[in-house]
Nanobody, 125 residues
Framework: QVQLVESGGGLVQAGGSLRLSCAAS????????MGWFRQVAGKDRDIVAAMSRRGVSTYYKDSVKGRFTISRANDENTVYLQMNSLKPEDTAVYYCAATRPFAPMSVWAHEYDLWGQGTQVTVSS
């Protein structure tokens, strides 16, 4: 069964850090561009960060630039999102997603065909 499983979410105070992990099974992530999205109740799923298949190109939402870092460990078939200096407005359910093999990096959710179940991140003020 092909799936992505996120972990690392939780409750943290403003200014704190979390590292989200996204582990894949049934598919080799090295062939896919990866993205991290977040969603707040009642709103659309929004791109946070993305990385191309080989890790050469990255994208960050303006509000997380300088605070969040996306990385990938292809030998572990895992993608990470390091989140520092967290703010209450970062509170959301975070999802990782993979494109079809060899598809380009994208900021659009519909370009990703494999999604994790989501992990809750709550930042208290």
């Amino acid at each position: 069964q092909v799936q992505l499983v996120e972990s690392g979410g939780g409750l943290v105070q403003a200014g704190g850090s979390l590292r989200l992990s996204c582990a894949a099974s049934g598919r080799t992530l090295s062939s896919a561009a990866m993205g991290w999205f977040r969603q707040v109740a009642g709103k659309d799923r929004d791109i946070v960060a993305a990385m191309s298949r080989r890790g050469v190109s990255t994208y960050y939402k303006d509000s997380v630039k300088g605070r969040f870092t996306i990385s990938r460990a292809n030998d572990e078939n895992t993608v990470y999102l390091q989140m520092n200096s967290l703010k209450p407005e970062d509170t959301a359910v975070y999802y990782c997603a993979a494109t079809r093999p060899f598809a380009p990096m994208s900021v659009w959710a519909h370009e990703y065909d494999l999604w994790g179940q989501g992990t809750q991140v709550t930042v208290s003020s």
